[in-house]
């Protein structure tokens, strides 16, 4: 039998419960709700991409999967995808600055949901996820290697796999190990010596590892947080779910998509507009500050593998971002992209170069607007107190995936 002391501790907790019910029972507007809505995971639909025909194919994925993680691709046989990418941090690294074969100048970007980005890299360089991942394999910090070599290694190791999936391999006969069009001149020279069909069938099988590897990261989406589960019943039943997020969780939600605007760039299932934008992030370097977007938009008109080059699959009528960027725009200049905050509160240190150690970091940041020292920043002060921006960052710790505590190498939600 239950004493009076236990039976008086069950109400009380009935009671809070029922008064934390009636709190947030009226605490949210059609249009707050309309505007939650399209955030939820439930919302994101996996676009097509015209640039890659084998992007939805299951057997490009797998192949793209094992070229993924493989380290030949790379000058010392010890980098892959995975090493920046690692699945176990979220498909990054946790470093200020990538490392491969050698130390690039940014951060590594996660890439759980890439496939809905219009253009890839923190400048935008490149249009499709099959480009970008043929940059990294020809940088000289990044992978180090040559489009030679790799199509070797995919000749020498997955005969098979390739042409059930992208038809009869080129003849290599003649083609050296290092050739390929970058800045090592031993290599250059080995490619300008090529004939143009050897250059040709080379970039061919290059152009396809990148496809088949852009196959496999379209599986790699995001997970669904507890925000998702505050969303979605919220939609559902028009009232605010109890327990689901803390007192402090909702309080930054309200402040992140009113008084701290931070929806004007995080927005969408993915709480990013996939745009360029300059916050006026101190450079890493203060004597050779990165231009950002001013570069990138113009490396991506000009990239031989951009949606309009005769090796992407669409047609000219669908590279319409391409039709209409402006590349030399002064807003442009030390702007960077937006980056989803998904997960966000496991992948410090923050910005394009690691300049921010942690989210209370950023937050200030933005609290406080300072100008850029290139270009001209977009913010303006916020003006939040101390006990909001600790609510901001406790918010932000609700769009962490569920799953990541259960399972630290679960890579996402697969597209299929």
Known sequence: MRSKFTVSILASTLLLAVYDAFLHAEEWTDDQIRELSSMSLGELELPPDPTNKMSGDSAAAAFGQQLFFDERLSSNGRVSCASCHDPAQGFQDGQPLGTGVGQTARRTMPIAGAAYSPFL??????DSLWSQALGPLESPVEHGGT?????????QHYEAEYEQ?????PDLTGVPRVAGPVDDPVARQAWNQLTENQRDSVTGVFVNIGKAIAAYERQILPGRSRFDDFVDTLVATGRAPIGVLSSDEIAGLKLFTGKANCTQCHNGPLFTNNDFHNTGVPPRLASSPDSGRLIGASDVLHDEFNCRSRWSDASPEQCVELEYLVADSPTLQGAFKVPSLRDVATRAPYMHAGQLATLPDVLVHYNQAPPAVIGNSELVPLGLTDTELRQVVAFLASLTDSSRHADATRPGRQAF
């Open 121 to 126: 890299f923190w400048d935008g360089r490149k």
């Open 147 to 155: 489009r030679a070599q790799y199509a070797q290694v995919v000749a």
């Open 165 to 169: 999936i992208f038809g009869a391999l």
